[in-house]
């Protein structure tokens, strides 16, 4: 048992990296909130704005929320409520819902200190104990407490999806729709905030399926919801910054935390999961035996590589969310596999889901999968589903073991191989189906070969139609692999030097240039050829 006399500095390195539900800042390391809670209150619950905070699933809503709560405590009466803790059976119907409501506002009361709170407990009692009272008795209430209290009253209602099959939230919405707009005459909640992954909209969608009530939104009041609330690279080397002041590794802070936004784009839960990683299982580890080792560019890739390896549930949920939603799994595998580029436009069905999911993200106009995990996890979940009928992997499986060498990998050798496979089984095969099948064709025959020891991804800014970097990580040592339709000789003479620059940024002399060629005329085979200072190795199928 810890001592009640331990010292301040010995509580604070009591802090730990959360990624289970709430997080708290006397207790985790986390990304200060300050700054997001002001802009909320001052651009929407001020200004008496309704509003929806939907984000993909462990996106920090329920720890800004309840921070939004204690926040907005000195200025407003603010009652915080979480759908999950009413059960399946108050949403039966009005009486059950206005009973349930009631109870989660009284006891949310308990909390609180304001002159009217005794009278409100009586209104809200008197709702509770009335047997037949039904939606509009609810909201009659509502008003009279919005009425009595002197300072303005805030609604939060955290995981409303929870509620999302059930008719009778529906008509909630409708009645806090039709309030809002008779505000001037009827007092009602000075704001609400409704959070969950689902939007209202697609809350809609799952209720009723036929065409012409399917985007009816009923609280179409509600105001646009733009704050950011992934994590910036400062945000994330503000929390490393904490912890390096308790436990003093010797990190370089800033380049840790560039490396972090690298793999996770400030996702929180996966910036969370690769800090928690690294601090509790890879520093005094065997191969980071010095905290410092473990912070670095080299743990930030290992934590990674852990993470991928274990079921959470983020991942669950999207593999759930992909068996249900076919579109949506078939955009991910073409923007994976092809490089195809789709024009970026919210309203399209299977984007809108990607972007409520947190799966998607807009980057220059254009559709992109929202992190580089994100791109890994489900690059090796689709290769896992097509390895078991796959003979390109097992002949990679088959081929393994003559490609590592003092444990280290032979990038050369990996492509000779392949380009004498793929030729002789793909010999006969028309220009489209190598131009769809031919990256992932190599991307099975590569995953056998450093599955369990190695990583790859595949660079996202440098993906199109056309062409696609491949960053392979094994055992530390990064290879790069540049991925090419072949579209004729100045075109193949303008990727090499893209090549090149892209050698430079990794500091790196060597690369590898695969080539789909439909030219007759090819030459098939691997070839070592120098551009610059840089050498390359072209292989050409």
Not at 299 to 326: C, H
Not at 465 to 476: A, E, K, P, Q
Request: with cysteine.
């Amino acid at each position: 048992m810890y001592s009640i006399y331990m010292k301040k500095a010995e509580v604070d390195c009591m802090r730990y990296f959360n990624t289970e539900g709430l997080c708290r800042p006397d207790e985790h390391y986390m990304v200060r909130l300050d700054d997001r809670l002001a802009c909320i209150k001052n651009t929407l619950v001020d200004r008496k704005k309704y509003f929806v905070i939907n984000r993909g699933r462990q996106y920090g809503k329920t720890t800004t929320l309840k921070a939004l709560a204690k926040y907005l405590s000195g200025d407003y009466i603010v009652f915080s409520l979480d759908f999950q803790q009413m059960s399946t059976a108050a949403f039966a119907d009005d009486t059950t819902f206005v009973k349930g409501f009631a109870n989660r506002l009284l006891i949310a009361l308990r909390r609180m200190v304001f002159d009217e709170k005794e009278q409100t407990v009586e209104l809200l009692t008197a709702l509770k104990e009335h047997n037949d009272a039904g939606m509009e008795d609810l909201f009659e209430c509502i008003s009279s407490m919005c009425e009595l209290c002197s300072r303005p009253i805030v609604l939060i209602v955290d995981e409303v999806d929870s509620a999302g099959n059930n008719q009778v939230f529906i008509d909630f919405l409708a009645q806090l729709r039709g309030y809002y707009l008779a505000r001037d005459e009827m007092p009602i909640f000075h704001s609400v905030v409704l959070a969950g992954v689902y939007s209202i909209k697609n809350l809609k969608l799952k209720l009723r399926l036929e065409s012409e009530h399917q985007y009816n939104s009923p609280w179409n009041i509600a105001a646009d919801f733009e704050i950011n609330m992934s994590f910036s690279t400062n945000q994330i080397a503000a929390m490393l910054s904490e912890y390096e002041a308790d436990h003093h590794t010797g990190m370089d802070i800033q380049a840790v935390a560039d490396d972090i936004y690298q793999y996770t784009s400030g996702y929180p839960v996966l910036v969370s999961s690769i800090c928690k990683r690294i601090d509790e299982k890879l520093c005094g580890s065997e191969a980071f035996r010095l905290p410092k080792d473990a912070w670095s560019g080299a743990g930030v890739s290992e934590a990674v590589k852990n993470i991928l390896k274990v079921s959470t549930p983020l991942f669950e949920s999207m593999v759930k969310q992909l068996d249900q939603y076919s579109e949506l799994r078939t955009m991910l595998e073409n923007i994976i596999y092809q490089g195809v580029r789709i024009p970026f436009s919210p309203d399209e069905k299977a984007i809108s889901m990607g972007l409520m999911f947190g799966f998607l993200a807009e980057k220059n106009g254009q559709v992109a999968i929202a992190n580089r995990i994100f791109e890994m996890y489900l690059m090796n979940l689709f290769m896992t589903e097509e390895a078991a009928r796959s003979e390109v992997y097992l002949q990679g499986d088959r081929d393994r073991i003559g490609f590592i060498r003092d444990n280290r990998l032979d990038m050369d050798l990996v492509l000779k191989k392949f380009v004498e496979y793929f030729h002789e089984i793909c010999d006969d095969k028309d220009e489209d189906f190598i131009e769809k099948n031919g990256r992932k064709f190599f991307l099975l025959y590569l995953k056998p070969i450093i599955n369990g020891t190695g990583n790859y991804y595949i660079e996202a800014q440098t993906r199109d139609s056309r062409r696609t970097d491949l960053i392979v990580d094994y055992l530390g040592e990064q290879f790069i692999v540049e991925l090419k339709i072949w579209h004729g000789n100045e075109y193949n003479a303008r990727g090499e030097k893209q090549l090149t620059e892209y050698l430079d940024y990794f500091h790196k002399d060597k690369g590898y240039l695969l080539s789909f060629n439909f030219n007759q005329k090819k030459e098939i085979g691997v070839k070592e050829i120098q551009v610059g200072d840089k050498t390359i190795v072209e292989a050409v199928v």
